[in-house]
């Protein structure tokens, strides 16, 4: 269940394609230059912030997730995350 992963990848469709890549060490974010027909790496060592206060996802697919994702999601809207703050 996610223990043997080696690398993880999505990409995002919008005004511009970015795809975002990890192989086990670091997450990079390449965003798609029409010109050149490449991805160019755009966001190099994508972290999520510390102090964020807003999370976005689809919550349609959570019935559909593991039982303890679904706890981490849980306690992230009930403020029991790490920081206890909502």
């Given amino acids: 269940p996610g223990t043997n992963l080696v690398a ?5 469709y919008s005004s ?3 795809l975002v890549l990890t192989l086990g060490a ?3 974010g390449f965003t798609l230059d029409n ?3 490449e991805f160019v790496l ?3 060592n994508m ?7 807003i999370m976005s996802f689809n919550e349609a697919n959570t ?3 593991d039982k303890p994702l679904q706890e981490v ?3 992230w809207k009930a403020g029991t995350g790490r920081s206890g703050k909502k």
């Fill in 8 to 12: 993880a990848a999505y990409c995002l």
């Fill in 16 to 18: 511009s394609t970015f």
């Fill in 26 to 28: 670091g997450t990079y």
């Fill in 35 to 37: 010109n050149l027909g």
């Fill in 42 to 44: 755009s966001h190099p």
């Fill in 47 to 53: 972290k999520i912030p510390e102090t964020s206060s």
């Fill in 63 to 65: 019935p559909a997730w």
């Fill in 73 to 75: 999601l849980a306690g």
